[in-house]
T-cell receptor
């Protein structure tokens, strides 16, 4: 199956700083990437959908100025959490979907963000 | 309309038993129903998936049963093993490839 990587796997930062998380599709071209957030013992909640070369589409209630998403190439999307606060601490997971006919979303291993 | 309801929240099964997890949905426009397995601290991994024009799909010990008229689908894990202990999520695909996840079921298989 297709492989999606995330970097870093875990990050600890101080309140008020910004953190960038990378999501890469290693062996296929991802026309669409999705970003999810998962709190402990809870389900995955979609934050935004990004298509290569286009602006991301954010889900209702997700602040687009706080969670900046860039999908500059067919293999890389980044999520930047700006001015992070403790309530942003969560498990962030990306997924990638390929070209037409490639139906599955392939998930990355996740990034654990802890904001002190 | 966009919700997927999953039950039970947690499940304990003896080794060798059958684990059954159920999901229900309302939106008839959903066109793809995957099940994911997630271990602590890891991303979800696709286990098995089904389309609404199929009533059952089996892959090894894992079977999806799909009832289109009732808008329900379920995952059956036969001969459950301790290594199957994980959290399982059902999902349904909406427009633009967006996945709607169920609430998750924490499965524990006792030796």
């Amino acid at each position: 199956g297709a492989v999606v990587s995330q970097h870093p796997s875990r990050v600890i930062c101080k309140s008020g700083t910004s953190v960038k998380i990378e999501c890469r599709s290693l062996d296929f071209q991802a026309t669409t990437m999705f970003w999810y957030r998962q709190f402990p013992k809870q389900s995955l909640m979609l934050m935004a959908t990004s298509n290569e070369g286009s602006k991301a589409t954010y889900e209702q209630g997700v602040e687009k100025d706080k969670f900046l998403i860039n999908h500059a190439s067919l293999t890389l999307s980044t999520l930047t959490v700006t001015s992070a606060h403790p309530e942003d601490s969560s498990f962030y997971i990306c997924s990638a979907s390929g070209r037409a006919g490639y139906n599955e979303q392939f998930f990355g291993p996740g990034t654990r963000l802890t904001v002190l | 309309q966009q919700q997927v309801k999953q039950s039970p929240q947690s499940l304990i099964v003896q080794k060798g038993g059958i684990s059954i997890i159920n999901c229900a949905y309302e939106n008839t426009a959903f066109d793809y129903f995957p099940w994911y397995q997630q271990f602590p601290g890891k991303g979800p991994a696709l286990l098995i998936a089904i389309r609404p024009d199929v009533s059952e799909k089996k892959e090894g010990r894992f079977t999806i049963s799909f009832n289109k008229s009732a808008k329900q689908f379920s995952l059956h894990i036969m001969d459950s093993q301790p290594g199957d202990s994980a959290t399982y999520f059902c999902a349904a695909r909406a427009a633009r490839g967006k996945l709607i996840f169920g609430q998750g079921t924490e499965l524990s298989v006792k030796p």
